[in-house]
């Protein structure tokens, strides 16, 4: 099914913010689009929206994220994330049109890796694979096949290694008992599924 893919405009933010909140089941992952568009980590070009018969359907979004290695030298990469299509439109495309946009648009943009949480048979489809390839580390525990890098270009990653800092807004502590819980869109238990057609993990990190 072929979608119409454009930038998302300031006009379509409550659209967005109820495809997430209905794609992930809670407002979680809108909370967290509304606090990234407000950060220096936004990239207008890079929030795009997918349209079907004249309604927003799916959004995507890259931000700007950095790469530090041991000697402290910072690499700049993009983070995929979040990412939502409403659950009547899944399955038909839209989630990887959407991808396949954002990565033409970011390496238009000349940016040069993009790093992914998510499954690790969807992602794969479009050169995403374990960024361990590079050395490259997620700043929480996460398994490393679904913590992925893609190089935009040509040796777009080579010499980059280090842990990837994400913006600030990904981190949304909660205090519960005696454990703090990091917990954001990208954070969730792998265990649990979203749904049975999400094709992203929650995970907590503790
Ligand atoms: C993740 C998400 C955005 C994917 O959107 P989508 O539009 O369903 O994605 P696609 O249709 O491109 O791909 C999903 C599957 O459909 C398959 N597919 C793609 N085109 C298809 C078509 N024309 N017909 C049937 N199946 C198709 C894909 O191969 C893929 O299969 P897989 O799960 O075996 O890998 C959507 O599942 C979602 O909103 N999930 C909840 C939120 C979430 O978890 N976001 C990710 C956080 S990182």
Same mark, same amino acid.
């Given at each position: 099914?072929?979608?119409?893919?454009?930038?998302?405009?300031?006009?379509?933010?409550?659209?967005?913010?109820?495809?997430?909140?209905?794609?992930?089941?809670?407002?979680? @992952?809108? &909370?967290?689009?509304?606090?990234?568009?407000?950060?220096?980590?936004?990239?207008?070009?890079?929030?795009?929206?997918?349209?079907?018969?004249?309604?927003?359907?799916?959004?995507?979004?890259?931000?700007?994220?950095?790469?530090?290695?041991?000697?402290?030298? @910072?690499?700049?990469?993009?983070?995929?994330?979040?990412?939502?299509?409403?659950?009547?439109?899944?399955?038909?495309?839209?989630?990887?049109?959407?991808?396949?946009?954002?990565?033409?648009?970011?390496?238009?943009?000349?940016?040069?890796?993009?790093?992914?949480?998510?499954?690790?048979?969807?992602?794969?489809?479009?050169?995403?694979?374990?960024?361990?390839?590079?050395?490259?580390?997620?700043?929480?525990?996460?398994?490393?096949?679904?913590?992925?890098?893609? @190089?935009?270009?040509?040796?777009?990653?080579?010499?980059?290694?280090?842990?990837?800092?994400?913006?600030?807004?990904?981190?949304? &502590?909660?205090?519960?008992?005696?454990?703090?819980?990091?917990?954001?869109?990208?954070?969730?238990?792998?265990?649990?599924?979203?749904?049975?057609?999400?094709?992203?993990? &929650?995970?907590?990190?503790?």
């Amino acid at each position: 099914m072929e979608a119409k893919i454009r930038q998302e405009t300031t006009e379509d933010r409550s659209a967005v913010y109820e495809i997430n909140s209905i794609a992930f089941g809670q407002e979680n @992952e809108a &909370k967290l689009v509304d606090l990234l568009r407000k950060s220096d980590a936004f990239i207008p070009a890079l929030s795009f929206v997918a349209i079907l018969d004249h309604k927003i359907v799916g959004h995507i979004l890259f931000t700007k994220i950095k790469i530090i290695d041991n000697d402290h030298k @910072e690499f700049d990469s993009l983070a995929l994330a979040p990412m939502a299509v409403r659950p009547e439109c899944q399955q038909k495309g839209i989630g990887g049109q959407l991808i396949k946009t954002g990565l033409d648009k970011a390496r238009e943009l000349k940016y040069k890796s993009v790093i992914v949480l998510g499954h690790e048979h969807y992602y794969p489809k479009f050169g995403f694979v374990p960024a361990d390839k590079w050395r490259i580390k997620a700043p929480f525990d996460v398994p490393k096949n679904v913590f992925m890098g893609l @190089e935009l270009l040509t040796d777009g990653l080579k010499g980059v290694s280090g842990t990837v800092k994400y913006p600030k807004e990904f981190e949304r &502590k909660q205090r519960t008992a005696n454990r703090v819980f990091i917990k954001s869109e990208l954070m969730c238990n792998r265990a649990e599924k979203v749904q049975s057609h999400s094709v992203g993990y &929650k995970i907590i990190a503790l």
